[in-house]
């Protein structure tokens, strides 16, 4: 017999009796074209971008949904911007929020979004089908980023920039930027809203736009002073853009040229296919202490004569990953670069000596990047200290053979061995030369970061992966582009031994965790010598909500380890696991990670 209407709706939908009706609350300011959603976690098709929108009443967010009752259901808010067609995830709560549905009708007041225990923990900004444009004044040291000529300078006790985003084809469109400024000297994340900003010392100031392309938009700078009077504008203008890179613009006023300005400028892509819409997955937890193992059990590339002890199996390899899982490490740290022919690849150094069959003598000197995959992994390759002592290097089996690719060490070594992925790029030291000589920054950043991220996201499985480099652009796209591993930054902290560098973001450790702070980063990956001579600046980067990793020397000694421990630090990378170390038998008083 034929069901009736009623029949085959209690076949296809739940019955009525079995929903409860739930008004989800939140609060939370946004920015012109942005809005709230409610993400289901309980979902296998998860997809922030085709969630429930909710509406603004009276400073309240508000959406009501049924449920089924007497169920756990999982879910969290999520801010959206609305880009004219294209829909961008701006913000995502970093915890999962759950109710239980236990009567017909139910009122879940949030509060505020992303506060869980008094304690703020959300993901701010995630590519997904639009890009973002970032300009910054005064992150050069050696120059200053705008000067006035005498002829047009003005007596003005202070100076302040602003920035817009302008259409030239089209309809006109005018898009004011986000306007951060990120302390050099001081900790502390950048304030939010601003309409302009003081141009000081000390800071630096960076402009971020969002859009689907920046094909046709020009950027006007503006430069005024304390009571808004305009004095200049500097355009950068499509023409004058490539990715990334700095850019010197006339400012402009009444039709003359009265100064110019300094940008540096980067503009971050999508991964392809939005393939980094994933979800957050954090297994660095902030309760345990890890310890790292550097390179596996430590570098074996070391200077005669320098009193180190090289690691007992060649540094980045499978074979030196696996010994320090088997000595008790919960990561292991290495360091990742592409081949000429694009593949990801383990080895520290930039450049290589490759050995000529027949005249071992006379090594020559190239780019790991100017070498393909098997290239590589079929030359007989030496570092400049192997050299130098007259040792060659031998690989007695396949998992000690150098330059493994990243796909054979998440297929090859134990999946319960947590990664440190250093991703390799080169920083120009003060005056503009590379700190690494010789070594080339990557053509097109965006592009060296998809390949390598593409590799990590299809083979990481549920392995405990987190990102670290010391290049500040890099790590902001490695950040943006997906939130499947977290991603901490790099810093010398000023350590002289290291160079001195031309960016304000990686010259010393108070502007590193500024600029992790403000731009929703895992931490900080500090050289230990920075938190060694005053340890309250562990608990200082903390209690931003950062988490702070150690490197280096130093971290050999093992009171300097006791010390860190002592101050609540969140991870040592070390040499030697497990083993007797120069000054001493380290002990492994890790707890291990759960």
């Known amino acids: 017999p034929r069901m009736t209407l009623c029949e085959e709706v209690r076949q296809f939908w739940p019955n009525m009796a079995d929903l409860s009706e739930v008004s989800f609350r939140v609060r939370h300011p946004v920015h012109e074209n942005e809005y709230l959603v409610v993400v289901d976690e309980n979902s296998d098709s998860w997809d922030p971008l085709q969630s429930p929108r909710m509406t ?9 949904m049924r449920v089924r009752t007497a169920s756990s259901h999982s879910y969290r808010y999520a801010v959206l911007h609305d880009l004219g067609g294209d829909v961008a995830l701006v913000q995502l709560e970093g915890q999962t929020r759950t109710i239980s549905a236990t009567a017909p009708l139910l009122t879940v007041d949030d509060n505020l979004f992303g506060v869980f225990g008094g304690k703020t923990d959300f993901h701010s900004d995630w590519l997904v089908g639009y890009s973002q444009l970032r300009v910054r004044l005064g992150t050069h040291v050696s120059l200053p980023s705008i000067e006035l000529y005498p002829a047009a300078a003005v007596e003005a006790a202070a100076l302040y920039a602003s920035a817009a985003l302008h259409n030239t084809r089209g309809p006109p469109r005018t898009v004011p930027a986000e306007i951060l400024v990120q302390k050099t000297s001081t900790l502390g994340a950048s304030p939010r809203g601003l309409a302009r900003a003081e141009i000081v010392d000390g800071s630096f100031i960076e402009f971020v736009f969002r859009a689907s392309t920046f094909e046709d938009a020009a950027i006007a700078i503006t430069v005024s002073t304390a009571d808004n009077a305009l004095l200049a504008t500097g355009w950068l203008l499509p023409s004058q853009r490539t990715r990334g890179g700095t850019a010197v613009l006339p400012l402009w006023a009444a039709g003359e040229a009265v100064g110019h300005l300094r940008a540096d400028y980067v503009q971050i892509d999508p991964l392809p296919s939005s393939a980094g819409l994933q979800r957050p997955c954090n297994t660095f937890s902030p309760s345990v202490q890890y310890m790292i193992g550097h390179r596996g059990m430590g570098s074996t590339h070391v200077a005669p004569n320098s009193g180190k002890i090289p690691g007992p199996v060649t540094e980045n390899t499978i074979a030196s990953f696996k010994k320090a899982e088997e000595n008790g490490a919960h990561y292991v740290e290495f360091d990742v670069h592409l081949t000429k022919d694009n593949i990801p690849i383990i080895y520290h150094n930039f450049e290589a000596f490759v ?38 290097p031998v690989a007695h089996t396949p998992d000690e053979r150098e330059f493994p690719t990243l796909q054979q060490v998440f297929e090859q070594v134990p999946s319960n061995l947590g990664f440190d992925v250093e991703i390799k790029s080169p920083l120009l030291l003060k005056g503009g030369a590379v700190h690494e000589d010789g070594a080339r920054p990557p053509a097109d950043k965006n592009a060296y970061a998809d ?15 987190f990102i670290t480099t010391f290049d500040p652009d890099l790590c902001l796209m490695l950040r943006l582009k997906q939130k499947r591993f977290p991603v901490a930054f790099l810093t010398c902290a000023g350590n002289s031994s290291h160079g001195e560098y031309e960016d304000a973001r990686c010259r010393s450790l108070a502007s590193a965790v500024s600029f992790a ?32 990793l150690t490197w280096g020397g130093q971290n050999n000694i093992p009171i ?26 380290l002990p492994n008083n890790f707890p291990m990670a759960s």
């Not at 603004?56 to 009501?64: D, K, M, Q, S």
């Open 56 to 64: 603004l009443c009276e400073g309240v967010w508000g959406l009501t």
């Open 355 to 392: 050995t000529a069959r027949g005249d071992p003598d006379c090594p020559v000197h190239t780019q790991v990047a100017d070498l393909t995959q098997q290239q590589l992994q079929s030359l007989l390759l030496r570092s400049k200290h192997q050299i130098s002592a007259g040792t060659e």
């Open 451 to 465: 390949t390598i991220l593409a590799c990590m996201l299809a083979h990481a499985g549920a392995r405990p992966v």
């Open 517 to 548: 702070a403000t731009n929703g980063l895992l931490g900080v990956a500090t050289d230990s010598v920075a938190v060694l001579s005053d340890l309250e600046k562990i608990a200082a980067a903390q209690a931003l909500g950062l988490a702070v």
């Open 560 to 585: 300097n380890v006791a010390k860190q421990q002592q101050a609540g630090v969140n991870a040592i990378i070390l040499d030697r696991i497990g083993m007797y170390q120069p000054e001493g038998p």
